[in-house]
């Protein structure tokens, strides 16, 4: 469901411990932290595919009750700083297709 939301992403599959996503400039592989159903929340950590070697990584994505729907919290922890700002373009991008997605399927 990922490349349905998430424009970067061309491919996305879960093999029950890591994320895969394959993107035009490679693949990125995460390990899944946690995958809570029940608190609508998932995490993960980058483990392969950075273009620079990562120190620490915990992206976490919260789906919260919000009167008659939900809002959705995408925070992400990265270092080497100089991580921030792919990191924070592809979730920005990822924030806004999740906003068209849910738009166009209510």
């Known amino acids: 469901m990922i490349p349905q939301w998430f424009p970067a992403v061309r491919e996305a599959h879960f093999d029950g411990v890591h994320r895969h996503l ?3 400039e490679g ?6 932290v946690t995958k809570d159903d029940a608190l609508r929340r998932c995490q993960y ?3 392969e595919g950075m273009p620079l070697p990562v120190d620490f990584h915990l992206g976490t994505i919260d789906v919260l009750p919000d009167a008659d729907g939900s809002r959705v919290v995408y ?3 990265i270092l080497p700083e100089a991580l921030a700002p792919i990191v924070e373009r ?5 924030i806004a297709g999740i906003a068209r ?6």
């Open 22 to 24: 394959s993107t035009s």
């Open 45 to 47: 950590r980058f483990v």
């Open 75 to 77: 925070s992400q922890e």
């Open 27 to 32: 693949t990125l592989k995460s390990l899944v």
């Open 101 to 106: 997605y849910f738009a166009a399927h209510p």
């Open 90 to 94: 592809a979730v920005s991008e990822g």
